[in-house]
């Protein structure tokens, strides 16, 4: 259902009458406490990295300082321009103090409201990528996390990836509500996710030699046919799309956020090009490839692969997943693997071979997996829990990192935003031996800069979402029909501080989009309605939108069988949404 909603919003997004109207300061009557603070801004090119920092024992280490930590980017010695410990807010912004309840009508997605002080972690659960089995079995161990390890001071969301992300329970700290959540969780098969394995040859039914064998039986459980192919292809998509959209929805929080995802593979690399590295710190960053050679490693020629057709999508949400800093924890949910798990009947029925080459071939192909996920942890800052059985503790663990990560950032000397990737390298000088863990680059990608950009796609990938996207900040206010002469009226405020603005004619220019839709109860998009900020303004007025915030008010006429309203706010020169849901209990009331 959810499909079908992303693509008929995608083609009315293109079709939506474009409004034009004039920026507005908000009133001298608003007061000081409603002027939004000030943040980094979208065009600044600061680069974050996040750092945890552990002693031998595995035990935080939160007692450092900005001068025991050297960053080098490609090799050059870097600045260290803002910092933060494990217990500060994050560097560049004024700290998140934890915002009273919104009065009725009210709705925001700025970071006060929608995430208070304390750790971030999201819990996701991939049906996209993993067996139907594999899938209770993670469901169980995460209830009994939930159950044993949940805090009062720790926030936590949960999703679940089929054909799109979902989300089961937005950000709370009861356990209770998460526990629900999950009780309602059912394991679903995959969707197009299917692989077809041809039957053997008469070639491969010949006597020879165990590891011919074995070999000849990958060689053809890798060949795919066409519907095979466009099945992982899919997965892919997918995949990259539940990326995306958690860039979107956690980019705009600040410090560090721990997306700890359980699945049984991911169909891809976030490094799928050539890079400039070395053997040796190519081994370094994967160093369980020096049993087989890069080019032989089955994780490689999948990136090989994936590279001719999703390159630049890849590089696209590797470097929004960075900007984000979200950290991905994968955890592998099919547990300690033996390899006989996989029965003879995964086999073709006319092939004679013996349980233990079956299972040689089905530990190969985990370990491929595996591998990936591993580079999936080094690359964004995470750690890979594989070959565990205990689900709950690899989440425990994982969370647990919120409390020795520090945040660094620092503004490359190298200027030259060309999409490149580059490596980073920290040092920690301490009195003992201590473990740092971070992602170990980005692609240079300026999003200002990004061609051939489907916003109209993005919006609707973020109104098929309920969960607010943070990328652009805004509060807006709802007014009930009763009180608007039968129309619903809404008035956005935006943080004009997450925004970007160009330099036009002496003064500042802003092109920025509005959107408001309404769903029904079940999901389904009734109608939807857009308006266009395009416009250039005096140096003067700039400064006070920025200082007080860009306003825009809409009469919505309201739809029959509407449950929900949501709302969306687009940075034309960056692509950066932000989203916020109003939940329509009662319309004419607002109750």
């Given at each position: 259902m959810r499909g079908s909603i992303l693509r008929k919003l995608c083609a009315l997004a293109s079709s939506l009458a474009i409004l034009s109207f004039q920026i507005l300061p908000l009133s001298g009557q608003e007061s000081e406490a409603q002027v939004p603070p000030l943040t980094i801004r979208v065009t600044t090119h600061l680069v974050l990295v996040d750092v945890v920092v552990t002693d031998k024992r595995g035990k935080p280490v939160a007692d450092l300082k900005p001068q025991d930590f050297h960053v080098e980017e490609n090799g050059r010695v870097q600045k260290i321009a803002v910092f933060s410990s494990p217990l500060q807010s994050s560097p560049g912004t004024t700290r998140v103090q934890v915002a009273g309840p919104l009065p009725p009508g009210i709705y925001s997605n700025r970071s006060e409201y929608r995430m208070p002080a304390g750790p971030i972690t999201v819990l996701l659960l991939d049906a996209a990528n993993t067996p139907f089995n594999d899938q209770s079995y993670a469901r169980t161990q995460m209830l009994i996390y939930v159950k044993e390890h949940s805090r009062s001071d720790q926030r936590m969301a949960i999703f679940t990836l089929t054909d799109t992300l979902q989300v089961l329970q937005d950000f709370t700290s009861d356990s209770q509500v998460l526990m629900a959540a999950l009780e309602q969780q059912r394991p679903e098969a995959q969707k197009m996710a299917g692989r077809a394995i041809p039957e053997f040859s008469e070639s491969y039914t010949s006597p020879g030699p165990a590891g011919s064998l074995i070999a000849a039986?990958?060689?053809?459980?890798?060949?795919?046919?066409?519907?095979?192919?466009?099945?992982d292809d899919r997965r892919i998509e997918i995949t990259l799309e539940a990326m995306n959209s958690m860039a979107r929805i956690l980019g705009g929080i600040p410090g560090r956020k721990n997306l700890v995802w359980l699945t049984g593979a991911f169909?891809?690399?976030?490094?799928?090009?050539?890079?400039d590295v070395s053997d040796a710190e190519l081994e370094e960053m994967l160093p369980s490839l020096n049993t087989r050679r890069a080019d032989e490693h089955a994780s490689g020629d999948l990136a090989a692969t994936v590279r001719q057709s999703h390159t630049e999508e890849i590089r696209e949400a590797a470097a929004r997943l960075?900007?984000?800093?979200?950290?991905?924890?994968?955890?592998?949910?099919?547990?300690?693997?033996?390899?006989?798990?996989?029965?003879?009947?995964?086999?073709?029925?006319?092939?004679?071979?013996?349980?233990?080459?079956?299972?040689?071939?089905?530990?190969?192909?985990?370990?491929?997996?595996?591998?990936t996920m591993r580079e999936i942890a080094l690359e964004t800052g995470g750690r890979a829990f594989v070959n565990q059985n205990e689900i709950k503790n690899s989440v425990a663990l994982a969370v647990g990192d919120a409390g020795a990560s520090y945040t660094l950032g620092y503004y490359p000397?190298?200027?030259?935003?060309?999409?490149?990737?580059?490596?980073?390298?920290?040092?920690?000088?301490?009195?003992?031996?201590?473990?740092?863990?971070?992602?170990?680059?980005?692609?240079?990608?300026?999003?200002?800069?990004?061609?051939?950009?489907?916003?109209?796609?993005?919006?609707?990938?973020?109104?098929?979402?309920?969960t607010p996207a943070t990328l652009v900040a805004f509060s807006a206010r709802?007014?009930?029909?009763?009180?608007?002469?039968?129309?619903l009226a809404v008035d956005f405020l935006v943080d004009a501080n997450t925004l970007s603005m160009e330099d036009a004619n002496g003064g500042k220019k802003f092109d920025v989009n509005f959107y408001a839709?309404?769903?029904?109860?079940?999901?389904?998009?009734?109608?939807?309605?857009?308006?266009?900020?395009?416009?250039?303004?005096?140096?003067?007025?700039?400064q006070q939108v920025i200082r007080r915030g860009m306003q825009l008010h809409m009469n919505l006429p309201l739809q029959n069988g509407a449950a929900e309203l949501r709302l969306a706010v687009r940075d034309n020169h960056t692509g950066f949404v932000g989203s916020i849901d109003a939940p329509l209990r009662n319309p004419r009331t607002m109750e």
């Open positions: 039986i990958q060689r053809v459980q890798e060949f795919e046919t066409p519907q095979a192919a466009f099945a169909p891809f690399v976030l490094v799928p090009e050539n890079r960075a900007s984000a800093q979200v950290a991905i924890y994968p955890v592998d949910v099919r547990g300690l693997v033996s390899g006989m798990e996989a029965s003879i009947d995964d086999l073709p029925s006319r092939q004679p071979v013996s349980l233990t080459d079956n299972a040689d071939v089905h530990v190969s192909g985990v370990t491929d997996t595996q591998e000397q190298d200027h030259r935003w060309n999409g490149k990737y580059r490596t980073i390298k920290i040092r920690v000088d301490h009195r003992s031996k201590v473990d740092a863990r971070y992602r170990r680059g980005y692609f240079a990608i300026d999003p200002a800069q990004v061609k051939d950009r489907d916003s109209d796609r993005q919006v609707a990938a973020t109104l098929a979402i309920a709802v007014v009930p029909p009763a009180e608007n002469q039968g129309n839709a309404f769903f029904s109860a079940t999901g389904k998009m009734l109608s939807n309605t857009s308006m266009h900020a395009d416009q250039v303004l005096k140096l003067d007025d700039s």
